[in-house]
């Protein structure tokens, strides 16, 4: 199972939006609404911010968004803030029990 | 609230085996899917195994197929992964994630045990 793409790297102002994207094939993202979305900072263990492509966990803030669209899932964290800036990684389920995790990209809050 | 410890990692020759833990706390243990995810050095985010809430159907990645094994004792509540026949590669950050009932996701993460495999 392949990871699936991500760009290396985005960055945004405070208070701009910015998108991540997130390419699978018709195996994963484009089947399946599994898609989830994990924040984490450096040294630390990853959090859940978007799960089955557009839900908020509690405590989130609204300001991070998801979709998707075919084979190709997004983030989009609108009025960036210097938290934000972490690691961001995407997630299929890829279907027979199987997971797939995205690249990475990381946000620059400039 | 949901706490999940890992604990076991350390350094180990190649070939050797090693088996992490994983304590579950603030839920309901036997009620969820558990898994494994590991983070090389630097690099992303990688799938491990899987195991059901009753530990009968597990479910491994390819690189650590035949090699690896998941396995969990609802009655400790706690999670393990025994690693035989370690390289070089399997060198990471090892977390233990739960599986929410009602969905497929991870929705809570361990801080994480380091395995180095090296001689």
């Known amino acids: 199972q392949s990871a699936l793409t991500q760009p290396p790297s985005a960055s945004g102002s405070p208070g701009q939006s910015v998108t991540i994207s997130c390419t699978g094939a018709?195996?994963?993202?484009?089947?399946?609404?599994?898609v989830s979305w994990y924040q984490q900072h450096p040294g630390k263990a990853p959090k859940l911010m978007i799960y089955?492509?557009?839900k908020r966990p509690s405590g989130v803030p609204d300001r991070f968004s998801g979709s998707k669209s075919g084979n190709t899932a997004s983030l989009t964290v609108s009025g960036l803030q210097a938290e934000d800036e972490a690691d961001y990684y995407c997630?299929?389920?890829?279907?027979?029990?199987?997971?797939?995790f995205g690249t990475g990209t990381k946000v620059t809050v400039v | 609230q949901v706490q999940l410890v890992e604990s076991g990692g350390g350094v180990v020759q190649p070939g050797r085996s090693l088996r992490l833990s994983c304590a579950a706390s603030?839920?309901?243990?036997?009620?969820?899917?558990m898994h494994w995810v590991r983070q090389a050095p630097g690099q992303g985010l990688e799938w491990v195994a899987l195991?059901?809430?009753?530990?009968?159907?597990?479910h491994y990645a390819d690189s650590v197929k035949g090699r690896f094994t998941i396995s969990r004792d609802n009655s400790k509540n706690t999670l393990y992964l025994q690693m035989n026949s370690l390289r070089a590669e399997d060198t990471a950050v090892y977390y233990c994630?739960?599986?929410?009932?009602?969905?497929?996701?991870?929705?809570?993460w361990g801080q994480g045990t380091l395995v180095t495999v090296s001689s």
């Open positions: 018709s195996s994963d993202v484009g089947t399946y609404n599994y």
């Open positions: 603030g839920f309901t243990f036997s009620n969820n899917p």
């Open positions: 994630a739960r599986e929410p009932v009602s969905s497929t996701t991870f929705d809570y």
């Open positions: 089955e492509v557009t």
């Open positions: 997630s299929s389920y890829a279907g027979s029990n199987n997971f797939v």
């Open positions: 195991i059901s809430y009753d530990g009968n159907n597990k």
